[in-house]
């Protein structure tokens, strides 16, 4: 290789200033675009006060929302192993804006839920898993960081849009905020993402000398997706316990929705950080091994949340908890990439990252019927607990 080339490989190729900059805009889109999955939780009460439904009806946007995230996950990460990740993503962003808008304008609870599923659901999808795909064909030697700081992304919007939604919400409504949400994603995610509009490096091709070796495990690739999709199940089902409830448990404790809102933002935040170390952990000593001690962890802070309802401790739980769980999720990811060929990649990862969502889904779910069958959050806890702990046993027949 000449001088000149190795130049431009060095500038445009895998672990370059370009993978670096490249990082930085997906992660901004991330946190734009993850809105997608956060806004329905902080406007759960007012629209179950204004649709006069229970509980269990309130938390049904939020499930169709991740179904439609988990299906927006299959679709685009296939179709960015196809044709690249801008067009597939241009595409989402234009979804999810116009998501939003419609979503302001709704009179039913199930004209909301099938827009919060249909729209906001599958055009929020194509900045997580198929965005992680993405990001993780730039790098090898800091592939953990990279993939963990994309997905963090999402923690991020999580931690920013939750803050800033009561304010709006407290003389605007959340119709208003709604359309607000949708113009700001439709004006700041296409020129984000038609920045990305360079394929992926050569070198990420299978066989190519830049690129780093598959390692070998005894499981078959269908066999190992099988056991990360139940992993995955387990652990978000659990995980969305908290984020999905904690506004509304905070009402039922007289604690206001602002309260709650500022918990899931710690949470989050919180999660940003645990995200980032993973990151650094996983490049050290694997993603399967990562993923293991976040998930005892979660399942630990899971069982704070039972004996302690004051204010002053459920803010203290909820940091506990994002510092606990917020690396699970883009380690199997990282596991992915570990042990399956990289041209499946945004397949792959899809169909993971589909079985956490659901799991997410199901759980914000189960969660509330919970809550109307016995009156107290304290059941979904010990639910969570137990799907918990068949994540454990996942990563434990894995490891």
């Known amino acids: 290789m000449t001088p000149i080339v190795s130049s431009q490989a060095e500038s445009s190729g895998i672990d370059s200033a370009y993978a670096w900059i490249r990082l930085g805009i997906s992660m901004l889109l991330a946190t734009i675009g993850g809105v997608g999955m956060w806004a329905v939780v902080v406007v759960l009460p007012a629209v179950q006060a204004e649709f006069g439904v229970d509980r269990a009806a309130a938390s049904m946007p939020y499930t169709a929302t991740m ?28 979804t999810l804006g116009a ?12 004209q909301f839920t099938l827009v919060q599923g249909l729209l906001i659901g599958v055009g929020s999808s194509a900045i997580f898993g198929p965005l992680i795909a993405d990001i993780s064909h730039w790098f090898n030697r800091r592939r953990g960081v990279a993939v963990t700081a994309a997905a963090s992304g999402n923690y991020l919007a999580g931690a920013i849009w939750p803050t800033a939604m009561p304010y709006v919400m407290q003389t605007e409504g959340w119709r208003f905020t709604y359309a607000a949400i949708g113009a700001v994603c439709l004006v700041t995610m296409v020129p984000l993402i038609l920045l990305l509009r360079r394929g992926a490096p050569p070198q990420a091709a299978p066989g190519s000398p830049g690129g780093r070796v598959v390692q070998p495990i005894s499981l078959s690739p269908a066999a190992l997706q099988a056991l990360l999709i139940v992993a995955g199940l387990g652990c978000c089902v659990a995980m969305s316990m908290p984020q999905v409830h904690i506004v509304a448990y905070c009402m039922d404790l007289g604690y206001g929705v602002a309260h709650g809102a500022d918990m899931l933002s710690i949470m989050l935040a919180a999660g940003v950080v645990s995200r980032l170390g993973s990151g650094f952990l996983a490049d050290r000593i694997g993603g399967v091994k990562t993923l293991l001690i976040g998930s005892v962890l979660q399942c630990l802070s899971l069982l704070f949340y039972i004996p302690f309802d004051g204010l002053a401790s459920l803010y203290v739980v909820s940091l506990v908890f994002g510092l606990s769980q917020g690396g699970i999720v883009p380690c199997y ?36 019927w919970i809550y109307d069958l016995t009156g107290s959050y304290a059941a979904a806890f010990l639910n969570g607990i137990a799907w918990n702990l068949l994540n454990i046993l996942a990563m434990v027949l894995l490891l």
């Not at 179904?67 to 234009?94: E, K, Q, S």
């Not at 998501?99 to 199930?110: D, E, K, M, R, V």
């Open 67 to 94: 179904v439609g995230f988990a299906a927006g996950n299959v679709l685009f990460g296939r179709a960015i192993d196809r044709m690249g990740y801008w067009i597939p993503a241009l595409i989402a962003a234009i």
């Open 99 to 110: 998501g939003f808008l419609l979503a302001s304008l709704t009179s039913s609870i199930l």
């Open 333 to 368: 990811a990282i596991i992915v990439r570990e042990y399956m060929p990289a041209k499946e990649a945004g397949q792959r990862v899809g169909i993971v990252m589909m079985a956490t969502i659901f799991g997410m889904a199901i759980g914000g779910w189960m969660s509330g």
